[in-house]
């Protein structure tokens, strides 16, 4: 369902995470369904945190999952293509099925990172 501050958030994020190289994920259902949740959390703790990822309850840890986070774990991200939630992706992804949810820890152990 469209709410007036959900569309505030479709076109404010869309505008920043154009400027890092990110866009929605081609998967509709999946946007709308991270989007209700992220108004639902702004609602409950002031801030559109991550629906994906844990709030501490440390302000300054917390704002690095606020949504969008991507500057904050963007070495990460781009490495997945993806953000953590998979709200967004690169550019240049058609088909975010084929990205994967890949741990920092994991990708540090490859070598990747
Ligand atoms: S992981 Fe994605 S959806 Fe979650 S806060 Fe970061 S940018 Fe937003």
Known sequence: MSTPRKEV???????VVALLGYKFTPDAELVEELLDAEVELE??????????Q?????R???REIVCPCIPYH?????????????LFV?????????LKQIPLSELKAQGKL
Do not use: I, L
Request: hydrophobic residues 25%; aromatic residues 14%.
């Open 74 to 86: 963007r070495a990460h991200y781009d490495a997945m293509k993806r953000c953590w939630c998979g």
């Open 43 to 52: 609602r409950q703790f002031g801030a559109p945190y991550c629906p994906c």
């Open 90 to 98: 690169h550019q240049d992804v058609e088909d975010p099925s084929a």
């Open 9 to 15: 958030f479709r076109k404010y994020f869309g505008r």
């Open 60 to 62: 300054a840890r917390d």
């Open 54 to 58: 844990a709030r501490t309850g440390d």
